[in-house]
């Protein structure tokens, strides 16, 4: 059976009013990946990690999908074969659209017990030492891959990698891993590859075609050649 796995990233929702972590200006440029995005920053000031992300769930609620979102939950309907979302998006856009994708960074929509692991839906502001409603403990933290931890779903991201018949990736630098190598293991397996990016990127030099411009225009256009 023909399958399609394609891992998506901030460039997708930069249309929906969703910054981009590099692009110019974009969220890393405006707060230390240290401070908002590690365990160590968490520890070492839980209230500004937790607005943080606060800040960032209410834009996610306020945002709708764009025409890149909805072809590819349209791909997911009506391909003749599999098709597997995934996305380091926290932003739930794929969803909204009617999509399901697999969340390799975690979700802005879900909280984690960091004493038990036990998950819930996060309140939209969420404050640090909430209880786990599991556990009791205070140990409430947004359930986001935080760098330094293991995103995930691997396993079940490389099975799929491993029998894919065409890799896409879409709106992502490839800067970060293991996403970024996600690319070179569909590869190795003989897969077609297919980057849809406003730009070349760090690794475009992997892939065997290329589709330039913003997802809002380029991934309806790519949807419907494969449906067609
Ligand atoms: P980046 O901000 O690193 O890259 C965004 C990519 O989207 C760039 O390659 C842009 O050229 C492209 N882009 C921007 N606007 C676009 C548009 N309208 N149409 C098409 N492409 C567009 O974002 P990611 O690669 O997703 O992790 O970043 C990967 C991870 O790094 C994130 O999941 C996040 C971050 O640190 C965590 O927070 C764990």
Known sequence: MNKIVILTGAGLSAESGLGTFRDEGGLWAQHRIEDVATPEGFARDP???????????????????????????????????EVILVTQN???????AGGSAIHMHGELAS???????HRWPAPLEMAPGDPCPSCGAPAARPDIVWFGEVPYHMEDIAAHLFDCTIFAAIGTSGQVYPAAGFVQEALMNGAETVE??????????????HHI???SEIVPAWVESLLT
């Open 90 to 96: 926290v932003d739930g856009l794929h969803e909204k």
């Open 47 to 81: 209230e500004l990690v937790v607005n943080f992300y606060n800040a960032r769930r209410s834009q996610a609620h306020e945002a709708t999908p764009n025409a890149a979102h909805h072809a590819l939950a349209r791909l997911q309907k009506d391909y003749d074969g």
């Open 196 to 209: 849809l990016n406003l730009k070349s990127t760090d690794i475009s030099g992997a892939f065997a075609q």
């Open 111 to 117: 909280a984690l017990c960091g004493a038990c692991d």
């Open 213 to 215: 411009g913003p997802a």
